[in-house]
């Protein structure tokens, strides 16, 4: 089964510094990955997906993610952090071998963005 | 499309009392999931449905849940005889082929809190 572990539950960074919130994924199969972001009594809102077709993803607002196989690895980056960024972060894989099945998510980081 | 809607999108109610929520997933989609999210977790997953048929359900669903999507369109959530512990976001999400190739997108979630 896949499993996914998001290091540090709290980020706190200030204002135009560079964000990093990692991701380290298990599946047994080549994996889709996604990063979603929520906004209090919101939905999730898709930030990026890697589908398998480049290992470094760009997605909206700015923000980026690489794939590393070697690592197990999908950390997402922003080089320069904006008040509006202040969110929860939910790194997510599906399962089933494709883009579009179940999803297992991680427990979230809170990014905190100070002015 | 407008994307996923669901409704209502706040429900309190007194323990013991039943519920049901609705969602309206995106027409192309054939694919509908029902997640729960209690607070500072990640989304667990319960159930999907590929048109009609409901494929999987999760340990989470216990015999008091019941989802349904007659004809393979809107989805219902019921929960009977509710209790605090089912205090949470009950998000749903569709996916399937769209005009964006393979969409996952999510609803903004309906809040149940059981007094």
């Known amino acids: 089964a896949q499993s996914v572990t998001q290091l540090g539950s709290h980020v706190s960074v200030s204002e135009g510094a560079l964000v990093l919130l990692r991701c380290n994924y298990s599946s047994s199969v080549p994996p889709y990955l996604f990063w979603y972001v929520q906004y209090p009594n919101q939905g999730l809102q898709l930030l990026l997906k890697y589908t398998s077709a480049a290992t470094l993803v760009k997605g909206i607002n700015g923000f980026e993610a690489e794939f590393k196989k070697s690592e197990t690895s999908f950390h997402l980056t922003k080089p320069s952090a904006h008040m509006s960024d202040a969110a929860e972060y939910f790194c997510a894989v599906s399962e089933g071998g494709t883009s579009y099945g179940k999803l297992t998510f991680g427990q979230g980081t809170i990014l905190t963005v100070h002015p | 499309d407008t994307g996923v809607s669901q409704d209502p999108r706040h429900k309190i109610t007194k323990r013991g009392q039943n519920v049901t929520f609705r969602c309206d997933p995106i027409?192309?989609?054939?694919?509908l999931y029902w997640y729960r999210q209690t607070l500072g977790q990640g989304p667990e997953f319960l159930t999907y449905f590929q048109n009609e048929a409901q494929l999987e359900k999760s340990r989470l669903l216990s015999d008091r849940f019941s989802a349904e999507r007659p004809k393979g369109s809107f989805s219902t959530l019921e929960i009977q005889r509710t209790e605090q512990g089912d205090s949470a976001m009950y998000l749903c999400a569709s996916s399937g082929r769209d005009r964006g190739g393979y969409g996952y997108t999510f609803g903004s979630g309906t809040r149940l809190t059981v007094v």
């Open positions: 027409s192309e989609h054939n694919r």
